[in-house]
């Protein structure tokens, strides 16, 4: 084996491990917090010793603020990616369903971030304070975007309207305990498809000016009548 050939497995190989412990400490931390894991735990749980966990993240802050700022990047490359096609009303539909389906597949960083804001957790604030007003500022542009063109009402505010919204999704993973026994596997692509056409058209339409809910719902009904043709 040549020596350059040696030298990419073994970064392959710690590039694996990197991604082990990270796996490993957002169960342990979605499960027990960030006060209630320690690094044994943590290697342990990944099958290394310790010395080796700590090759890969100094401390348990770094491993931490590694998972928080991946989840936050994530978010915010969502906004970027659903919003770019120019049709406000559609892109926020993507939004919504992007980020449902995010939050479906990584369940357990809502977790982490919901108990460390409720512990008020002094870490997650500080990269709340990194990353929160990149989110709002984000979605502060679409929505004067959408007020410019005549499509959103010109008086929804933009942090009232970030708050409902975030409130709508992140509620629905929350509470999920409570809502099983009216809505049948609430996880499944069906119920949370279901759930985020009631975020549509509670919120959506109801910051769109009038003319915009009509283009809105008609664009909806054209789109349904296609899928229907398509699946006779």
Do not use: C, W
Not at 83 to 106: C, H, L, P, Y
Not at 110 to 130: F, S, T, W, Y
Not at 185 to 209: D, F, T, W
């Amino acid at each position: 084996m040549e020596p350059y050939q040696k030298v990419n497995k073994v970064r392959l190989k710690g590039k694996k491990t990197r991604e082990k412990i990270l796996k490993a400490a957002t169960r342990l931390f979605a499960k027990y917090g960030f006060a209630g894991t320690s690094m044994d735990d943590i290697a342990d749980m990944v099958g290394i010793k310790k010395a080796s966990l700590y090759h890969h993240f100094p401390s348990k802050h770094d491993i931490y603020n590694e998972l928080i700022n991946q989840t936050l990047k994530k978010i915010i490359e969502i906004f970027r990616v659903s919003f770019s096609s120019g049709d406000i009303i559609k892109d926020a539909r993507n939004f919504v369903k992007q980020i449902m389906f995010f939050i479906r597949e990584n369940e357990e960083y809502v977790k982490i971030l919901m108990r460390e804001l409720l512990d008020e957790n002094v870490p997650i604030r500080k990269l709340a304070q990194e990353y929160v007003p990149q989110i709002l500022s984000f979605g502060s542009q679409i929505l004067e975007e959408g007020k410019k063109q005549g499509v959103f009402k010109k008086d929804v505010d933009p942090i009232q309207l970030s708050i409902t919204l975030t409130g709508a999704i992140i509620i629905y993973f929350i509470f999920r305990p409570l809502i099983e026994p009216f809505i049948k596997n609430p996880m499944s692509s069906k119920a949370i498809s279901e759930r985020i056409s009631h975020i549509i058209s509670v919120i959506l339409y109801g910051i769109l000016e009038r003319n915009g809910v009509d283009s809105a719902k008609s664009k909806s009904h054209s789109n349904k009548k296609s899928k229907d043709k398509e699946s006779e």
